[in-house]
């Protein structure tokens, strides 16, 4: 009884993985190095693995230059979660936007939103690597908005909320004219409640 039930909790656990399409599959919490010139609080890490966060609907940004661990991180968070049971789901922002565009134009917009929507960690890798189109700009907020309840890690370049927002307006176009100022407004309101945990991936690759 005992083996089958291990062997069935090993399974899940697999399968969990599997589904989740991480970046890095076999990162785990116990290989990153906290050294100095990292910046990272290994108590915080540690009280991070242990999905409390998760479980309270709390949002993690780790911010960093590029190549310095943060995917590393966020896909080892996502597997400690998936070894807890919980359903994480990894996507790096232009394939996300991909993926919205095709399915708005498919008429499965609603459909991809829920999808999103079920999971217990959606891990958003290069948050606004890029400025925004207007409709990207109200698919990828509709994501966000559908998921304030549930926890969100974000990995970005970004050192300041203000860059980041800015980075949220959508560019003009003739066809969706759009008051920047008014939309920075919003989206300040909409992204401040998110700021639960935020840790600096310091300068050096994991």
């Known amino acids: 009884m005992t ?7 090993n399974n899940t656990v697999k399968r969990l993985i599997h ?3 991480f970046a890095a599959p ?9 050294y100095e010139d990292r910046k990272l609080d290994k108590a915080q890490m540690l009280r991070f693995s242990t999905c409390k966060f998760v479980d309270e609907g709390h949002h993690i940004i780790l911010k960093g230059a590029s190549c310095n661990g943060k995917t590393y991180i966020a896909c080892a968070l996502g597997n400690a979660a998936c070894r807890r049971f919980k359903k994480v789901r990894y996507v790096r922002m232009p ?3 991909g993926e919205l565009s095709i399915a708005r134009s498919g008429g499965e917009l609603k459909k991809c939103l829920v999808s999103y929507k079920k999971v217990d960690l959606l891990i958003l890798d290069e948050w606004l690597i890029r400025p925004l189109m207007p409709q990207e700009s109200y698919d990828l907020l509709e994501i966000v908005e559908a998921r304030c309840q549930r926890s969100m890690i974000f990995c970005t370049q970004y050192h300041s909320l203000r860059v980041g927002i800015h980075a949220l307006t959508p560019i003009p176009t003739p066809a969706a004219p759009f008051p920047r100022q008014s939309w ?10 998110w700021l ?3 840790s600096p991936c310091g300068n050096a690759t994991v």
Do not use: D, G, V
């Not at 083996?3 to 909790?9: C, F, G, I, V």
């Not at 920075?184 to 409640?193: G, V």
């Open 95 to 97: 394939e996300l936007l």
């Open 26 to 34: 076999f990162a785990a919490m116990e290989e990153i190095a906290c």
């Open 184 to 193: 920075t407004a919003s989206s300040t309101t909409h992204t401040r409640p």
């Open 19 to 21: 589904n989740a399409h």
């Open 196 to 198: 639960m945990a935020a």
């Open 3 to 9: 083996a089958e039930w291990n062997r069935r909790q």
